[in-house]
């Protein structure tokens, strides 16, 4: 609700007019039901209007006292302004509703045919006296129920101010880890050149360049997306892979098994590349004859499953101890910031032979433009 938002909202108004008329109908119903049923003899129709009506100066001075309510809230109580402010306040919507109600009693005389309400006057200073205590309950009644409505406003805006801020945070520290990983990436594959430079390899040198820019163009148009589609990143990767063949030549393979189904699904940006430059480096790199690499994904249970395999040498039996690169710190450090506990992400010697990454996510597809 809104009933004690700062600015006119023709939405609370509605609610405070709403919420009165509903009571005023609820009590002229009760009352013109309940002299019926025993008999009594009054204009029925009369009366009605007159009950219904004699709710309405609430409806009006309902934001009065909610705004007095902001200004001077109940946890104030124990101070001399609060009652300055609000006692007064009360008096005087009490003055004025058994003013409004005294003159419709005068006015449509809904009573017995033989009731006389007599002077005007001396109708109000009744009404008032005898209705003060129910207006200073009213008035507590509505104090309360404005409190508590700001308290729960107050509390959703400070839980929204606090999830923005760690969206924020969060946000900001994947930009710092992706502004780490891309030099980590450009740094060795500018060694990688200048080796291939050394060996008077200038022409695959050359070629090693022009792939290694392509592939930064298409990093720079995506630098401010910390996701991406499995379909993307896979073209990233095929960029990276391209590099990787310019200097390995024949002795890197690569074998693919993503189905195109699960192109979609979201993914972290540069997901695979670190793992598989992991795997050229310490895998394929120290094989005199090279090696396969294998990228397979599937969809299991609501999770997406990707799979980095390469058949070099197996993980030393303290590796999990030992530094594991720029490159693989980074990639669990984002995978934590992006999907908390709900990931998994593990390095094993696969059998008979080689190593396999394994990255568990929660399946999210990303919806095409014709979908709702």
Not at 40 to 49: G, I, K, P
Not at 77 to 105: D, M, Q, R, Y
Not at 302 to 312: E, Q
Not at 324 to 336: A, D, E, H, V, Y
Request: hydrophobic share 45%; glycine share 8%.
């Amino acid at each position: 609700m809104a009933l004690i938002m700062g600015k006119p909202n023709w939405r609370r108004w509605l609610w405070i007019a709403g919420i009165w008329f509903a009571v005023g109908l609820f009590a002229a119903t009760q009352t013109v039901f309940t002299m019926r049923s025993i008999g009594m003899h009054h204009a029925w129709t009369r009366l009605f209007f007159a009950l219904l009506m004699g709710w309405l100066p609430l409806m009006f001075f309902t934001p009065a006292a909610l705004h007095l309510e902001r200004l001077h809230p109940p946890t104030q109580w124990k101070t001399s302004l609060f009652w300055l402010v609000h006692l007064p306040a009360c008096l005087g919507i009490c003055w004025l509703a058994t003013a409004w109600n005294s003159g419709l009693e005068k006015w449509l005389n809904p009573w017995a045919p033989d009731y006389n309400a007599g002077e005007f006057f001396r109708l109000w200073q009744t009404k008032f006296e005898n209705n003060l205590l129910a207006y200073f309950v009213l008035y507590s009644s509505i104090l309360a129920i404005g409190y508590g409505i700001a308290s729960r406003e107050r509390l959703v805006r400070k839980e929204m101010e606090s999830a923005q801020l760690n969206e924020q945070l969060s946000k900001a520290r994947l930009h710092a880890l992706r502004q780490q990983i891309e030099p980590h990436f450009l740094f060795n594959t500018l060694n990688a050149i200048a080796g291939l430079v050394r060996e008077q390899r200038n022409d695959t040198a050359i070629n090693m360049i022009a792939g290694l820019s392509n592939f930064l163009r298409r990093v720079m148009q995506d630098s401010g997306r910390h996701e991406v589609t499995l379909g993307e990143e896979m073209e990233f990767l095929r960029e990276y892979l391209d590099i990787q063949k310019v200097r390995f030549a024949e002795r890197l393979e690569v074998s693919m098994d993503v189905p195109e189904e699960l192109f979609p699904a979201q993914v972290p940006s540069l997901l695979l590349q670190p793992i598989v430059e992991n795997a050229v480096k310490h895998g394929i790199g120290k094989r005199a004859q090279g090696g396969e690499i294998l990228i397979s994904a599937h969809r299991l249970n609501g999770t997406l499953r990707i799979g980095v395999y390469n058949d070099g040498p197996g993980l030393p039996p303290d590796w999990a101890e030992a530094s594991q690169g720029i490159g693989i710190s980074n990639l669990r450090t984002r995978l934590q910031s992006l999907y908390g506990n709900e990931f998994q992400f593990e390095m094993r010697n696969h059998q008979p032979s080689g190593v396999e990454a394994v990255i568990a996510l929660p399946y999210i597809a990303t919806k095409s433009k014709g979908q709702s």
